[in-house]
């Protein structure tokens, strides 16, 4: 299995607050993803990062930030979370290369009430 | 855009059935990458198979095997001898190529619940 970590696995918030989700990998990929899954929808790209420092939006990034400081830890950060903002959240890693498959970590279920 | 279609939102089969879950996808990439993703309900998402643009051939791993059809913009996923272990969602996914870099992102579809009764 690919090495990567998420933290928290679950975490409940209040409405305003900020929020940090973690992702740490063991594999020096070179890109990282955040995706966000809600029913009816599969998943949905909201940042991803093609090196250290390097960081673009995707699909859905409105009221997220990242940063990548290292090759091995990747942050999502909720600046003032909203309740449309509950999901599960998926890092994903990806090797050099257009042909190579994304390995996922196992998921952040988070909730803000 | 690019978008990947999964019309059956769920399927129920009986044990020892064969269930095919259908995916119809769009791009305007030449090359592109096709991948389907398995989802228990631990909720980790586990990685398939993937299938380039270029190479047809289907392929078979055990009870899996998988029908690509560039002509009509599907790649299915036929499970053979269903098992109740095999209940899970399914996801296909199409990667793109991302306009600023060498990065690619995968669009997935909204997933297939298959649930396989003992």
């Known amino acids: 299995d690919a090495g990567i970590t998420q933290s928290p696995r679950h975490k409940v918030t209040e409405t305003g607050t900020p929020v940090t989700l973690r992702c740490h990998q063991t594999?020096?990929?070179?890109?990282m993803y955040w995706y966000r899954q809600d029913p009816g929808h599969g998943l949905r790209l909201i940042h991803y990062?093609?090196?250290?420092?390097?960081?673009d939006k995707g699909e859905v990034s409105d009221g997220y930030s990242v940063s990548r400081s290292k090759t091995e830890d990747f942050l999502l950060t909720l600046e003032s979370a909203t309740s449309s903002q509950t999901s599960v959240y998926f890092c994903?890693?990806?090797?050099?290369?257009?042909?190579?498959?994304?390995?996922f970590g196992q998921g952040t279920r988070l909730t803000v009430v | 855009a690019q978008k990947v279609t999964q019309a059956q939102t769920e399927i129920s089969v009986v044990e020892k059935e064969d269930v095919t879950l259908d995916c119809v996808y769009e791009?305007?990439?030449?090359?592109?990458?096709l991948f389907w993703y398995k989802q228990p309900p631990s909720g980790e998402l586990v990685f398939l198979i993937r299938?380039?643009?270029?190479?047809?051939q289907n392929e078979i791993s055990g009870r899996y095997s998988w029908n690509f059809q560039k002509s009509t913009s599907s790649f299915n996923f036929t499970i053979t001898a269903s098992q109740v272990v095999d209940s899970a969602v399914y996801f296909c996914?199409?990667?793109?190529?991302?306009?600023?870099?060498?990065?690619?992102?995968?669009?997935f579809g909204s997933g297939t619940q298959l649930t396989v009764l003992p």
């Open positions: 299938r380039n643009s270029f190479d047809e």
């Open positions: 791009t305007r990439d030449t090359t592109y990458y």
């Open positions: 594999e020096n990929h070179r890109y």
């Open positions: 996914a199409l990667s793109e190529l991302i306009s600023s870099g060498s990065a690619r992102q995968l669009t």
């Open positions: 990062s093609y090196g250290v420092k390097d960081t």
């Open positions: 994903a890693i990806s090797e050099v290369g257009t042909n190579t498959e994304a390995f």
